[in-house]
T-cell receptor, first 113, second 113 residues
Framework: DGGITQSPKYLFRKEGQNVTLSCEQNLNHDAMYWYRQDPGQGLRLIYYSQIVNDFQKGDIAEGYSVSREKKESFPLTVTSAQKNPTAFYLC????????????FGPGTRLLVL | AQSVTQLGSHVSVSEGALVLLRCNYSSSVPPYLFWYVQYPNQGLQLLLKYTTGATLVKGINGFEAEFKKSETSFHLTKPSAHMSDAAEYFCAVSCYNTDKLIFGTGTRLQVFP
């Protein structure tokens, strides 16, 4: 089955710790995206990548980092600089054109211990 | 820059009643418009989208939306609500000169028996 997988489903972070969220797609999509979802605020774009080895900051990139070494993978690291990381994180992919549908993974919920 | 406003963070309807979820957008160029649905603790799924052509767009699960340029609106409707329609609904906008999808803050639909 084609789709987007995110792991883990739940992730716990301790103070001062970096954690990495995984996102993999087998849709052969060029573009991949990371969003943060907080109650009542909709989805906010963290980082996106239109092509391998290139990525751009979204609206709330501070405290996060990404890499795009393979077309299929776009991991997100939540660094210790992100002071309020508790949220639901969604990964998406698309063919890259603005009229194309973005397809979403099931999400990872990050909680702080 | 594009923006989206969803009027009403919560909407409640009885089973069998009309569903109307409101979305207004702002864009200086012709927009691409999307409606997504999110069930609890899951990713987003596309309901329907407007890019060009017919302004009345039909989607999955009996939903439809009409693009009204004069009113800058893209309201989502369903003639008869079902219990399974209870979810959060997001309107989103992009356009040809941007590589981002801008989301509204969402509307939570409750369906009562």
């Amino acid at each position: 089955d084609g789709g987007i997988t995110q792991s883990p489903k739940y992730l716990f972070r301790k103070e001062g710790q970096n954690v990495t969220l995984s996102c993999e797609q087998n849709l052969n999509h060029d573009a991949m995206y990371w969003y943060r979802q907080d109650p009542g605020q909709g989805l906010r774009l963290i980082y996106y990548s239109q092509i391998v080895n290139d990525f751009q900051k979204g609206d709330i990139a501070e405290g996060y980092s990404v890499s795009r070494e393979k077309k299929e993978s776009f991991p997100l690291t939540v660094t210790s600089a992100q002071k309020n990381p508790t949220a639901f994180y969604l990964c998406a992919s698309s063919m890259g054109q603005p009229q194309e549908t973005q397809y979403f993974g099931p999400g990872t919920r990050l909680l702080v211990l | 820059a594009q923006s989206v406003t969803q009027l009403g963070s919560h909407v409640s309807v009885s089973e069998g009643a009309l569903v109307l979820l409101r979305c207004n957008y702002s864009s200086s160029v012709p927009p691409y418009l999307f409606w997504y649905v999110q069930y609890p603790n899951q990713g987003l799924q596309l309901l329907l989208k407007y890019t060009t052509g017919a302004t009345l767009v039909k989607g999955i699960n009996g939903f439809e939306a009409e693009f009204k340029k004069s009113e800058t609106s893209f309201h989502l409707t369903k003639p008869s609500a079902h219990m399974s329609d209870a979810a959060e609904y997001f309107c989103a906008v992009s356009c040809y000169n941007t590589d981002k999808l801008i989301f509204g803050t969402g509307t939570r639909l409750q369906v009562f028996p």
